[in-house]
């Protein structure tokens, strides 16, 4: 059984450009959520994806979206990017309560 | 509104010393708590979760929490460190209902350093 599965790995973008991450949950996970990681810190809450609608946002601006597709994978997709926009962001999938990690994706701002 | 603290950024232990990291929470509804282990340029792999059933939980690599509700602690314990313990450990809160529900709120996390 698959985890949580996240692409690219790693990508470097210039300031003011756009970004598109991906990730598929595990099997059987019909929730998504995705979260910033700032190098030194905690995660941080971006949003929930859930029945392809966002049930749940965090505290970051309009620049942060996202999208969740039929098949219950999701896209984040962050708009003129920022320098403070570099960070790991992770995908987490969940059915309930629980969620799991995928390896996910550092985004390097140049 | 919910929080986590963890108490020491960085602790260090002896291989087959005890080893022991501090969470607090603050939640205004029945929490669900978490451990989460983070190794070096990966993601965050799952340890053990509380989740209003017993309050010792027990998890995987040999550690286990216990949750206090009168001290509003959920704190991490293994009897004997090993070398591969070495990672940064995030404990988290979410909730059943309410504002919180399936959002996760971490706290800043505990780097586990293990000497030989």
């Known amino acids: 059984d698959a985890g949580v599965t996240q692409s690219p790995t790693h990508l470097i973008k210039t300031r003011g450009q756009q970004v598109t991450l991906r990730c598929s949950p595990k099997?059987?996970?019909?929730?998504v959520s995705w979260y910033q990681q700032a190098l030194g810190q905690g995660p941080q809450f971006i949003f929930q994806?859930?029945?392809?609608?966002?049930?749940q946002r965090g505290n970051f601006p309009d620049r942060f979206s996202g999208h969740q597709f039929p098949n219950y994978s999701s896209e984040l997709n962050v708009n003129a990017l920022l320098l403070g926009d570099s960070a790991l962001y992770l995908c987490?999938?969940?059915?309930?309560?629980?969620?799991?990690f995928g390896p996910g994706t550092r985004l390097l701002v140049l | 509104a919910q929080s986590v603290t963890q108490l020491g950024s960085h602790v260090s232990v002896s291989e087959g010393a005890l080893v022991l990291l501090r969470c607090n929470y603050s939640s205004s509804v029945p929490p669900y708590l978490f451990w989460y282990v983070q190794y070096p340029n990966q993601g965050l792999q799952l340890l053990l979760k509380y989740t209003s059933a017993a309050t010792l939980v027990k998890g995987i690599n040999g550690f286990e929490a216990e949750f206090k509700k009168s001290e509003t602690s959920f704190h991490l314990t293994k009897p004997s460190a090993h070398m591969s313990d070495a990672a940064e450990y995030f404990c988290a809160v979410t909730s059943a209902g309410g504002t919180s529900y399936g959002k996760l709120t971490f706290g800043q996390g505990t780097i586990l350093t293990v000497h030989p």
């Open positions: 994806y859930y029945e392809e609608e966002e049930r």
């Open positions: 099997s059987g996970h019909d929730t």
């Open positions: 987490a999938s969940s059915q309930k309560e629980t969620q799991y």
